[in-house]
């Protein structure tokens, strides 16, 4: 009885486990990652960039539900230099109407030998992920790869850094978008400018000291995404 017991008790402590381990693998998920099973007849968007283009994506795609199929890339896109080893991954060989794109935070960064980790800036051993001149060279290259595509394409200009953000400096920003901006004008690419939409509203939308947004945030940087989108679709409309 006892023995029988103990093996109930080790079933049901198996099971818990399990199912926590389970509800804990549910909760990391994280939704925007999730594939997009197409509307047929809807327009294909693709949206690329780093922590804050996922952070907009589903609002986004709620958004536009019923206007547009919005995918993303299951990853956080990273610098220009992850963009240029996996942008033909991420594009795929199917059809796309438009491409929001961005990458700059993760350029902009400081790191030392671990590039996964934040350094400080003001240390003589670290350096900038991804210097200005080969960021601009590097968005040269995608730009060019996306506009084979024949999708319409948009870039959205690097968020704010704040003052008191981890390994990043504040006006770093203006310049990475600066070097952006004229490749953009030389591509005839459309700029969706949530740097200037962002910067004055900062102490409603972003989290303190910190390059990240609040749940409103993100919602309000969705709103400015959807009406990029849908503009863009209602000029390639014949």
């Known amino acids: 009885m006892l023995r029988h017991m103990a093996m109930v008790v080790c079933t049901l402590s198996v099971t818990i486990l399990w199912a926590d381990l389970t509800s804990g693998a549910e909760r990391r998920r ?7 099973e197409d509307v047929a007849g809807l327009p294909r968007v693709l949206l690329i ?10 609002p986004t795609r709620q958004l536009l539900e019923g206007e547009a199929n919005v995918h993303r890339p299951p990853t956080n896109c990273g610098p220009t230099t992850r963009g240029v080893e996996q942008i033909d991954s ?10 929001h794109f961005n990458w700059g935070l993760h350029d902009l960064k400081y790191i030392a030998d671990n590039p996964a980790v ?10 900038q992920q991804v210097p200005l001149d080969q960021y601009a060279a590097n968005l ?19 968020t704010p850094v704040p003052e008191g953000s981890a390994g990043r400096v504040p006006g770093d920003d203006e310049k990475y ?25 900062l102490a409603e939308i972003q989290l303190p000291a910190n390059v990240h947004f609040t749940p409103a945030g993100y919602q309000a940087l969705a709103g400015e995404v959807a009406a990029a989108i849908r503009k863009a679709i209602a000029e390639r409309k014949p």
């Open 140 to 158: 040269e290259r995608l730009v060019e790869r996306m506009k084979r595509t024949g999708a319409t394409l948009i870039w959205a200009t690097t």
């Open 118 to 127: 934040l350094a400080d800036p003001k240390d003589p051993k670290s350096r």
């Open 49 to 58: 960039g780093d922590s804050i283009s996922i952070g907009y994506t589903v």
């Open 90 to 99: 991420w594009l795929g060989s199917g059809r796309w109407d438009v491409i």
């Open 30 to 36: 994280d939704p925007a990652m999730e594939p997009v």
């Open 177 to 201: 978008n600066a070097a952006a901006r004229s490749i953009m004008e030389k591509h005839g690419v459309a700029v969706n400018d949530l740097y200037s939409f962002s910067k004055p509203r």
